[in-house]
C-alpha cells in the first residue's frame, strides 16, 4: 500500500481527555483531522467496543482514517482502516494475515534496531519515540530525541515515519526538519477537552509554516 500519511497524527485517549472515543472523534475531525488513531488502554474489548464502533463509524461518515491501537480484534470487528502495534503486541505477521492486504498497519519502534526490524515486516508505516519527554504512558522508553529521529528517517526510507512522544506545536517544526513524515500527538491536543478542535488547527497552521 502506498500510504500518504498527515503531518498531524492525533491519538484519543479517554482518561486523557475525559471524552468518549466517539466525542474526541468529532471534535478532531471538526479541527480538520483526516486521520485519527484509537487508543484504549484501561477497558476490555467488550466495554469498548460500543464506543470504538460509534467512533469509527463517525471517521467512515466523514473520509477519515481510522487506526485502532493493539487491538486487531477491534479494528476487525469495527471494520477499522488498520491498526497500530507495539512491541509486545500480535506479530505483525499475523496481524496481516487476518487484516488481509487491504489493511493499514503501523509498528512502534524506540531504536534504530528494532526500526530495521521493523522494516523487515509487512507494514505500511513505522513510528519511532518518544522524541521528547512524555506523560501519556506509565512506563515509558527511554526519550530517543532529534538525532536518532533524523537516523531514523534516513534509515526508513521510502516507509513513512511517524514521531511520537511529547511533540508540542512549538517543536512540531524541528520534528518535521528532522525527516518525519507525520508527528503523532496525544496529550497536547487532550488535555482541554473544550479546546481539542482548536488545538488540532494550531498544530495543523504551525505544520504548515514548517
Known amino acids: 500500500m502506498d500510504l500518504h500519511l498527515p503531518k498531524i ?9 475525559g471524552l468518549s472515543h466517539t466525542e474526541q472523534v ?25 464506543d470504538a464502533l460509534a467512533a469509527a463509524e463517525l471517521c467512515r461518515e466523514n473520509g477519515v482514517i481510522c487506526i485502532v491501537n493493539d487491538r486487531v480484534d477491534i479494528a ?13 503486541d500480535l506479530p505483525v505477521e499475523m496481524a496481516r494475515r487476518m487484516l ?4 493499514i498497519i503501523g509498528l512502534s519502534t ?8 521493523a522494516l523487515r515486516e509487512p507494514i505500511d508505516y513505522v513510528a519511532i519515540g518518544p522524541i521528547f519527554p512524555t506523560s501519556t504512558k506509565s512506563d515509558p522508553d527511554p526519550v530517543v530525541g532529534l538525532k536518532m529521529l533524523s537516523e531514523a528517517a534516513q534509515t526508513s526510507g521510502n516507509v513513512p515515519l511517524v514521531a511520537i ?4 506545536p512549538e517543536s512540531l517544526s524541528s520534528v518535521i526538519s528532522a525527516g518525519a513524515a507525520s508527528a ?19 498544530y495543523d497552521l504551525s505544520v504548515s509554516k514548517c
Request: aromatic content about 4%.
Open 9 to 17: 497524527y492525533p491519538i484519543t485517549d479517554a482518561e486523557i481527555s
Open 26 to 50: 468529532r471534535r478532531l475531525i471538526a479541527g480538520g483531522a483526516t486521520l485519527i488513531q484509537l487508543r484504549e488502554k484501561q477497558k476490555a474489548a467488550g466495554d469498548w467496543f460500543p
Open 76 to 88: 476487525l470487528a469495527i471494520d477499522a482502516d488498520g491498526v497500530h502495534l507495539g512491541q509486545d
Open 100 to 103: 488481509g492486504p487491504g489493511k
Open 110 to 117: 524506540h531504536s534504530i534496531e528494532q526500526l530495521e526490524a
Open 165 to 168: 512522544g511529547g511533540i508540542k
Open 184 to 202: 503523532a500527538i496525544i496529550g497536547a491536543l487532550l488535555s482541554d477537552p473544550a479546546k481539542i478542535a482548536e488545538r488540532f488547527r494550531e
